[in-house]
């Protein structure tokens, strides 16, 4: 059993993710017009996530443990989950102890 934090990041109309600090996530940085991909630890409210042909303004990102996590693999790297883009890659794996 592995315990881990987990970001919960939640958009304006409620549509929420929650993954790893480590894994990735593409936003979009709004005042730039352009899109990264970054660490979720790393998202802020400045983010916009990204969705199916649109982006949208984050209201929440929350912290919290959760028991055991998962780590799909793609032919593109990413996937949707919950309408959100995301990406199947963590910058890095570290041993919980």
């Known amino acids: ?9 939640t958009s304006i ?7 790893t600090g480590t894994h990735m996530l593409p936003v979009f940085i709004p005042e730039e017009n352009k899109r990264i991909v970054l660490r979720a630890s790393k998202v802020t409210l400045k983010h916009h996530l990204i969705l ?3 982006t949208i303004k984050i209201e929440n990102i929350r912290i919290n443990q959760r028991i055991g996590f998962n780590s799909p693999l793609t032919l593109s790297s ?11 890659f963590a910058d890095r794996y570290s041993k919980l102890e």
């Open 1 to 9: 059993m592995i315990i881990a934090s987990f970001y919960t990041i």
């Open 13 to 19: 109309e409620g549509h929420s993710v929650s993954l």
């Open 78 to 88: 990413y996937l949707f989950v919950n309408n959100i883009s995301t990406s199947v």
């Open 52 to 54: 199916f042909n649109r």
